[in-house]
């Protein structure tokens, strides 16, 4: 099982004026996997208290996953890649990377997320875009590679090279 915590940044949905959609999306997703959300938040688009819940996910909750939803933009309230930034030890740009490069086959306007990916001790930290559509397309792009980032975080991994499909 994929221990996992999901973090919705929303100033709207952190005042209850906007129903979160794409929480209820990921905890959907990550049961493909056997992931389980063990913790979820809604908090504002406020960079110090993303930053601190992703600490708590990681060195208190000391959850495999954190994947966060919204504030990924361009809007002077999207704080996330930089909390993010300011927690993660290791990045991990290919996540991202990919996930902008699939966007781009959707829509132009992929290529403007910021999001980021990283390690913060043996969690795994993503940054996912605000809407369940964008959430949806994105996390599936990259799910595949979750189950095996989780075993080698925990060191559970033996030999990396058997799961290639050439």
């Given at each position: 099982m994929i221990?996992v915590?999901?973090?919705?940044?929303?100033?709207?949905?952190s005042?209850?004026e906007?129903?979160?959609?794409?929480?209820?999306?990921?905890?959907?997703?990550?049961a493909?996997i056997?992931?389980?959300?063990?913790?979820?938040?809604?908090?504002?688009?406020d960079?110090?208290?993303?930053a601190?819940e992703?600490?708590?996910?990681?060195?208190?909750?000391?959850?495999d996953?954190?994947?966060?939803?919204?504030g990924?933009?361009?809007?002077?309230?999207d704080?996330?890649?930089?909390a993010?930034?300011?927690?993660?030890?290791?990045?991990?740009?290919?996540?991202?990377?990919?996930?902008?490069?699939e966007?781009?086959?959707?829509?132009p306007?992929?290529?403007?997320?910021?999001?980021?990916?990283?390690?913060?001790?043996k969690t795994?930290?993503v940054?996912?875009?605000?809407?369940?559509r964008?959430?949806?397309?994105?996390?599936?792009v990259?799910?595949?590679?979750?189950?095996?980032a989780?075993?080698?975080l925990?060191?559970?991994?033996?030999?990396?090279?058997?799961l290639?499909?050439d």
């Open positions: 221990r915590g999901v973090l919705t940044a929303s100033d709207k949905g005042r209850g906007r129903a979160d959609t794409s929480g209820p999306a990921i905890r959907e997703l990550m493909g056997q992931g389980e959300v063990q913790y979820y938040v809604v908090v504002p688009d960079r110090e208290t993303i601190d992703l600490r708590k996910m990681a060195d208190e909750l000391q959850l996953l954190a994947l966060t939803t919204g990924t933009g361009l809007s002077p309230r704080n996330t890649p930089e993010t930034l300011a927690v993660v030890e290791k990045l991990v740009p290919g996540l991202a990377e990919v996930m902008r490069s966007g781009l086959k959707k829509t306007h992929a290529m403007l997320s910021r999001a980021m990916a990283g390690v913060r001790g795994l930290i940054n996912l875009p605000g809407s369940e964008a959430v949806r397309e994105n996390l599936s990259i799910l595949p590679a979750l189950p095996h989780v075993e080698v925990r060191g559970e991994a033996h030999d990396c090279a058997e290639r499909k």
